[in-house]
């Protein structure tokens, strides 16, 4: 493991990480192929989504990686799941913040 790759887990092992720390866990862990390792990082990561960009551009990565494998004619089945997943997630987290009231804007005078 390269000094990249250990920074975001250090920072989730000091209770530290945000939603980026724990989305490169889980593309390290997809590009390792390591299933296991890409669930655990998958929950963290959907733990501390805070807009609806970030599953999303973490399901494009993704994809790029399952549609490579697929075109090799490698299993995808779990990274498939992880990319279902992550679609519903981010779904969630657009009609949650379509649902919260507008900010009030600063009183002027």
Excluded at 39 to 44: G, N, Q
Excluded at 56 to 62: A, I, K, P, V, W
Excluded at 86 to 97: D, P, S
Aim: no cysteine.
């Amino acid at each position: 493991m390269d000094e990249y790759s250990a920074e975001p887990t250090k920072r989730a092992t000091a209770g530290q990480a945000d939603y980026w720390d724990h989305a490169t866990r889980l593309e390290l862990a997809v590009l390792a192929r390591d299933q296991a390792g890409a669930e655990a990082a998958l929950a963290e990561a959907l733990a501390h989504v805070r807009e609806p960009w970030e599953p999303e551009t973490t399901t494009r990565n993704l994809g790029l990686i399952g549609d490579t494998r697929r075109g090799r004619g490698e299993a995808t089945a779990w990274l498939d799941e992880i990319l279902k997943t992550l679609g519903e997630r981010n779904h969630e987290t657009v009609l949650e913040m379509a649902s919260r009231p507008a900010p009030t804007p600063p009183a002027s005078g």
